[in-house]
């Protein structure tokens, strides 16, 4: 049976896939934030993950304002990675795992959450910047993404997105194929990007987040979208993420390793291994 070995959440700042293109690795803005990153890989050469199921938020590349899915997976062979607009280069397709999609779609759809299923799907930095950070060698994983609407209100509650993973987690574990499968949740932390409140972040709240998001997922579960918009900024919504990656993992969870760095461009930069 497949077995979820655990979750790594990231914010997928566009910046980032630039500061990768050109190496600045070493360069004293970077350093802290790029610092973090080889203890999570060196956490999956441990673990050994075939396939990651990548549950990020589309900023307008796949799905725009026309339409616009509140739950969307993809159930494709590969995905494409196109320009964004950021300047960063484009990059290799990401190979899918399109009999584990079905295998989840089946599953959730039966347990009444109606996603959208794509068997094309454009990937945009919120998948693409992760995969990079944690595979910086190439494409180790097969993927899986999940993207959550968090462009166009209504956005869904914290908690519906928690129960979305803890949805995903059981369809996981039912798959009969004996596969690692590490799930991320990108995006966050505390982050504002228009309007008047541009470039705020709350270190306060973030730190919270990630202390709770280990054992006390529920309570954070118990924000509304508004309470995260007032508290994280606009973007920091993005938590949903972090949720519904957290509600996949199941009940016992340790943390390995976490990384906080403000700022990295408008966000509060927040890292996590968490073993399932
Ligand atoms: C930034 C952060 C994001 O999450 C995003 O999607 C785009 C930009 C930023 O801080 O620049
Ligand atoms: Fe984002």
């Not at 060196?42 to 990651?52: H, M, S």
């Not at 995969?131 to 910086?136: V, Y």
């Not at 972090?242 to 199941?250: P, Q």
Request: hydrophobic share 40%; aromatic share 10%.
């Amino acid at each position: 049976m497949a077995k979820i070995v655990g979750g790594l959440t990231t914010s997928h700042i566009p910046a980032v896939g630039n500061a990768i293109a050109r190496e600045l690795f070493d360069d004293p803005y970077w350093k802290p934030f790029f610092d973090a990153y080889p203890k999570a890989r060196e956490w999956l050469g441990e673990n050994k993950p075939d396939v990651a199921i990548v549950v990020y938020n589309d900023h307008g590349l796949n799905f725009f304002l026309n339409a616009q899915p509140t739950f969307a997976i993809g159930a494709a062979p590969e995905y494409r990675n196109e320009d964004e607009g950021w300047g960063i280069p484009t990059i290799d397709p990401f190979p899918g795992h399109p009999e584990l999609s079905w295998h989840i779609i089946n599953s959730v759809v039966a347990e009444e959450f109606d996603l959208v299923t794509c068997q094309e799907m454009s990937v945009d930095h919120g998948f693409v910047v992760p995969l990079q950070l944690f595979w910086p060698e190439g494409r180790p994983v097969k993927t899986v993404p999940v993207c959550i609407n968090t462009v166009q209100h209504p956005v869904p509650s914290p908690s519906r997105c928690y129960k979305l993973g803890q949805a995903i987690g059981r369809a996981v574990r039912s798959f009969p194929e004996d596969l690692n499968v590490v799930v991320l949740g990108t995006g966050g932390l505390s982050h504002q990007l228009d309007g008047e409140r541009a470039g705020f972040i709350n270190k306060e709240f973030d730190l919270m987040c990630m202390e709770k998001i280990v054992s006390e997922p529920e309570e954070l579960a118990k924000y509304s979208i508004h309470d995260l918009v007032r508290l994280a900024g606009a973007q920091g919504t993005e938590l949903i993420m972090w949720l519904c990656m957290r509600g996949a993992l199941g009940d016992n969870v340790t943390k390995v390793h976490e990384n906080y760095h403000i700022p990295i461009s408008n966000t509060g930069a927040g890292m996590m291994v968490l073993e399932a």
